[in-house]
Every structure is written in C-alpha cells, then in structure tokens.
C-alpha cells in the first residue's frame, strides 16, 4: 500500500498569499496518478486535480498541480476567502487507492 | 449535473451489518462509462477509499475491508448499494459515495453511520 505524507498539517495564511501544499509518497506513484481534494467543513470534498496537473472542470486557475514518481505539489496561486479549507491528495496508481491525512489552510 | 445521494440507517449495533444505498441522478450507472465508489471518513480524520463497482457488477475492495464489504448495483433503479459487516466502533463515519473507480469528481454529502449499542 502507498503511504502518502502532506506536509505542513498546517498552513497559515493570509488572503491574497500563496499557498504550497506538499503530498510525498512511499513508493512511485505511476502515471502520475495523484488527485488533490478540497474539503470544507460539513461538506463532502471537490475534486481540484487529476493527474498530477489538470484542473477539474470549473476550478479556478490560481489552483495548480505539478509533481511525478513521489513528490507532488499543489499551489495556490493567490488565496481568496474560500481556499481556507482542508486539502488532501490521493494516489490511483496502484490499489488500494490512499489518501494523505490532508493539510489545513487556515486564515492567519 | 450529476447528483449521488446515500441513504439509510444512522445507527448500527455491533456486530450487525451496515446497509447504505446510493441514489444516482444525471447519469446512467448502465452507461458503463464509470466506476461508482464507496469512501468513508471517520469524525475528525481522513478519507478512506472502500471499494467499486462497475454497472455489470463487477467489484474491486480496499483488501483492508475485504471480508466484511459487498458493493451491489441496481441499474433499473440507478442505484448502488455498501454492505459491511460485523461492524465495531471503529466503522463510524461518514460514508460518501461517489463516482469513478481512480479519483472522483462527484461525490454524494455523506452519511453519518454510528456504530453504538
């Protein structure tokens, strides 16, 4: 089973900066199979990226995604009000499929 | 627009079998373009992936959960269908499901299941 590890488990920040979200994994992930997640609380999470790097349909471009093998990154360009939520990244490379336990962006 | 929707029992006894139905609307199941998948998340932690099932029944299970999960579909009802059994404590949670098999790009608002006496 791949583990993945995010780091920070917390970030904290302020409107307006950039957000850097770091997701490393135990072993390669093939394809460069790595999904990130946004959830919000009380809410069920939204897919953000597939891929490594595409942006799911309606998701804004100050979000992006790059990484491959077992180091992967998602940025936030700029944070806006509703970025300050929780970010979990997950491998669909090889079964079963893991989550990171998720990195929380929160208001500084 | 794509909508899933879980229903069921909010509270299970040890030992017993929970029993969660999805509701899929704006899509077929019988489409066969997707998978439709069960992921879990108890209070306070992360996210983890239970299994998938393909509109012809076929199955794949997180090996952790393995002995204990069936997933079923109902394509005449556009539904699909979580069975665990012999449940502890430690399978409360909130229980999603959502569509596709490798990552998921829509996703029911979830279940609270408590498993208590």
């Known amino acids: 089973e791949i583990v993945l590890t995010q780091s920070p488990g917390t970030l904290s920040l302020s409107p307006g900066e950039r957000a850097t979200l770091s997701c490393r994994a135990s072993?390669?992930?093939?394809?460069?199979?790595l999904a990130w997640y946004q959830q919000k609380p009380g809410q069920a999470p939204r897919l953000l990226i597939s891929?490594?790097?595409s942006r799911a349909t309606g998701i804004p471009d100050r979000f992006s995604g790059s990484g491959s093998g077992t180091d992967f990154t998602l940025t936030i360009s700029r944070l806006e009000p509703e970025d300050f939520a929780v970010y979990y990244c997950?491998?669909?490379?090889?079964?079963?499929?893991?989550f990171g336990q998720g990195t929380k962006v929160e208001i500084k | 627009q794509v909508q899933l929707q879980e229903s069921g029992p909010g509270l299970v006894k040890p030992s017993q079998t929970l029993s969660l139905t999805c509701t899929v609307s704006?899509?077929?199941?019988?489409?066969?373009?997707?998978?439709w998948s069960w992921i879990r998340q108890p209070p306070g932690k992360g996210l983890e992936w239970i299994g998938y099932i393909y509109y012809s029944g076929s199955t794949y299970y997180n090996p952790s959960l393995k002995s204990r999960v069936t997933i079923s579909v109902d394509t005449s009802k556009n539904q699909f269908s979580l069975k665990l059994s012999s449940v502890t404590a430690a399978d409360t949670a909130v229980y999603y499901c959502?569509?596709?098999?490798?990552?998921?790009?829509?996703w029911g608002q979830g279940t609270l299941v408590t498993v208590s006496s």
């Open positions: 704006g899509d077929s199941i019988r489409s066969g373009d997707y998978y």
């Open positions: 072993q390669s992930v093939s394809s460069s199979y």
């Open positions: 959502a569509k596709g098999g490798y990552y998921f790009d829509y």
């Open positions: 997950q491998q669909y490379g090889s079964s079963p499929h893991t």
């Open positions: 891929g490594a790097s």
